[in-house]
């Protein structure tokens, strides 16, 4: 069953950095988007950023210039450094990945991880 781990939350003081990673384990043949959102405690879910599989990324306008998307070559894998961590930059980070296709060719659309914590405070 395909699934989604996320590693690498954590606590920092602001101005400090993280990076987080989301793998897709599994024998799997391509993956579209994969990218993150993140939930602060009484917030909606937000779009943090998201990479295609063709390499082209969008970010939340709160995180642009301090936080950076990237997949290996695999395209199985996406990584999230963040940089400058602020405050507000607090929450629950959630990857997130759809039109996931096996190597035995089963579709599936919409799949999220369960959630890593990101504390930023002084």
């Known amino acids: 069953q395909v699934h989604l781990v996320e590693s690498g939350g954590g606590f920092v003081q602001p101005g400090g950095s993280l990076n987080l990673s989301c793998f897709v384990p599994?024998?799997?043949?391509?993956?579209?988007?994969m990218g993150w959102y993140r939930q602060a405690p009484g917030k909606q879910r937000e779009l943090v950023a998201m990479?295609?599989?063709?390499?082209?990324?969008r970010y939340g306008e709160s995180v642009k210039g301090r936080f950076a998307i990237s997949r290996d070559i695999t395209g199985n894998t996406a990584y999230l450094q963040m940089n400058n961590l602020q405050v507000e930059d607090t929450g629950i980070y959630y990857c997130?990945?759809?039109?996931?296709?096996?190597?035995?060719?089963?579709?599936?659309?919409?799949?999220w991880g369960k959630g890593t914590p990101v504390t930023v405070s002084s």
């Open positions: 599994g024998d799997i043949f391509s993956i579209n988007n």
């Open positions: 990479c295609t599989s063709g390499g082209t990324k």
């Open positions: 997130h990945a759809d039109s996931i296709v096996t190597a035995d060719m089963n579709y599936g659309l919409d799949y």
